[in-house]
C-alpha cells in the first residue's frame, strides 16, 4: 500500500508555495490547465491554487514514506489502547457500583445464574471453571475499602493507557518512550497469566504489546538504539520533500559558485 496516495485520497493534498523563488520553482509547474503545485507528501503536482504559502521555514512538516506508514500503525496502536481504557472504566464504574450494595447484586447474580449454565451448555463453556464466574463470586465477599481500591487501580491503569493512547496518536517523542516503559512493566503479569492457563485473548494481547515494544524500540531508534535519537531525527529531517528540494537548490547553487 502507498500510505501517502491514501493519506492524499481521504484527507486531500498538501501543496504550499514557499516564497523563496528557486524553491517555489521546484514545487511549481505552469499548464495548459493552469498552474500545478508539488504535493509534499505524495510528491504529485496537483493543479490550481496551493493549500498554504510563506516562508519555507515554516512550511508544515509532512510525513511521507516510510514515516507516514510508522504514523499509521502507531494511530492503530493508540486506538486499541484507547479501547483497552474505555473497557478499565467501565469495569472500575461496575466496582464502585458494586460497592454500595453487595447483598443487592449478590442476589440479582444468583438469580441470573441459572440462565447463565444454560447458555453455557449450548455453547460448551463451563462457568464452574471460569474464573470470570469465580471473580464475581469473590467481589461479593470483599470489603467496600478494598473495592474502593480495585477500583483506584483500574481508573489508574485506565489513565497510563490513555496516556500512551494521546502520545501514540500525535506522534511525541515522550509518547514512544512512555508507550515502551509502560507496556514493558506489564509484559511479565501478561506472561504470568499465560503460564496459568492459555487463552486466545491473553495471547493476543501479549503478542501485540511484544510486537509493539520491539517495533518502537527499533524503528523509533529508542535508548540508543539503531542509531538513537540523531538517527531518528535526521531520518525526519531527509524524508522531508521541501528539505530535498531545499538540499537541491543548494547543491546547485554551490555547482554555479565554483563554476563562476
Same mark, same amino acid.
Given at each position: 500500500?502507498?500510505?501517502?496516495?491514501?493519506?492524499?485520497?481521504?484527507?486531500?493534498?498538501?501543496?504550499?508555495?514557499?516564497?523563496?523563488?528557486?524553491?517555489?520553482?521546484?514545487?511549481?509547474?505552469?499548464?495548459?490547465?493552469?498552474?500545478?503545485?508539488?504535493?509534499?507528501?505524495?510528491?504529485?503536482?496537483?493543479?490550481?491554487?496551493?493549500?498554504?504559502?510563506?516562508?519555507?521555514?515554516?512550511?508544515?512538516?509532512?510525513?511521507?514514506?516510510?514515516?507516514?506508514?510508522?504514523?499509521?500503525?502507531?494511530?492503530?496502536?493508540?486506538?486499541?489502547?484507547?479501547?483497552?481504557?474505555?473497557? +478499565?472504566?467501565?469495569?472500575?464504574?461496575?466496582?464502585?457500583?458494586?460497592?454500595?450494595?453487595?447483598?443487592?447484586?449478590?442476589?440479582?447474580?444468583?438469580?441470573?445464574?441459572?440462565?447463565?449454565?444454560?447458555?453455557?451448555?449450548?455453547?460448551?463453556?463451563?462457568?464452574?471453571?471460569?474464573?470470570?464466574?469465580?471473580?464475581?463470586?469473590?467481589?461479593?465477599?470483599?470489603?467496600?475499602?478494598?473495592?474502593?481500591?480495585?477500583?483506584?487501580?483500574?481508573?489508574?491503569?485506565?489513565?497510563?493507557?490513555?496516556?500512551?493512547?494521546?502520545?501514540?496518536?500525535?506522534?511525541?517523542?515522550?509518547?514512544?518512550?512512555?508507550?515502551?516503559?509502560?507496556?514493558?512493566?506489564?509484559?511479565?503479569?501478561?506472561?504470568?497469566?499465560?503460564?496459568?492457563?492459555?487463552?486466545?485473548?491473553?495471547?493476543?494481547? +501479549?503478542?501485540?504489546?511484544?510486537?509493539?515494544?520491539?517495533?518502537?524500540?527499533?524503528?523509533?531508534?529508542?535508548?540508543?538504539?539503531?542509531?538513537?535519537?540523531?538517527?531518528?531525527?535526521?531520518?525526519?529531517?531527509?524524508?522531508?520533500?521541501?528539505?530535498?528540494?531545499?538540499?537541491?537548490?543548494?547543491?546547485?547553487?554551490?555547482?554555479?559558485?565554483?563554476?563562476?
Amino acid at each position: 500500500m502507498d500510505f501517502s496516495l491514501w493519506t492524499c485520497a481521504t484527507r486531500g493534498h498538501e501543496t504550499y508555495a514557499p516564497d523563496e523563488p528557486e524553491l517555489a520553482a521546484r514545487l511549481h509547474i505552469a499548464t495548459p490547465a493552469g498552474e500545478s503545485w508539488r504535493c509534499l507528501r505524495c510528491g504529485d503536482f496537483v493543479p490550481g491554487e496551493p493549500r498554504r504559502h510563506g516562508p519555507a521555514d515554516n512550511a508544515p512538516e509532512v510525513p511521507r514514506g516510510r514515516l507516514l506508514r510508522d504514523r499509521v500503525i502507531m494511530r492503530l496502536l493508540a486506538l486499541e489502547r484507547i479501547f483497552r481504557a474505555l473497557v +478499565l472504566l467501565l469495569v472500575g464504574a461496575g466496582v464502585l457500583k458494586l460497592r454500595g450494595s453487595q447483598e443487592h447484586w449478590r442476589t440479582k447474580w444468583g438469580e441470573e445464574l441459572p440462565l447463565i449454565r444454560q447458555l453455557a451448555d449450548q455453547i460448551g463453556w463451563d462457568p464452574d471453571h471460569s474464573k470470570i464466574v469465580h471473580w464475581v463470586d469473590k467481589a461479593f465477599t470483599l470489603s467496600p475499602s478494598t473495592l474502593i481500591w480495585v477500583a483506584v487501580a483500574l481508573f489508574a491503569y485506565a489513565a497510563i493507557q490513555l496516556i500512551e493512547a494521546v502520545g501514540l496518536w500525535l506522534v511525541k517523542r515522550w509518547g514512544e518512550y512512555f508507550a515502551v516503559i509502560a507496556t514493558s512493566i506489564f509484559l511479565p503479569l501478561e506472561i504470568y497469566e499465560l503460564t496459568e492457563k492459555i487463552t486466545f485473548l491473553r495471547a493476543s494481547a +501479549l503478542l501485540i504489546n511484544l510486537a509493539a515494544v520491539i517495533w518502537l524500540l527499533w524503528s523509533k531508534s529508542l535508548f540508543g538504539l539503531n542509531g538513537g535519537s540523531r538517527a531518528y531525527y535526521a531520518e525526519h529531517h531527509t524524508e522531508s520533500l521541501l528539505t530535498v528540494e531545499r538540499s537541491a537548490v543548494a547543491a546547485k547553487a554551490e555547482r554555479a559558485a565554483a563554476a563562476g
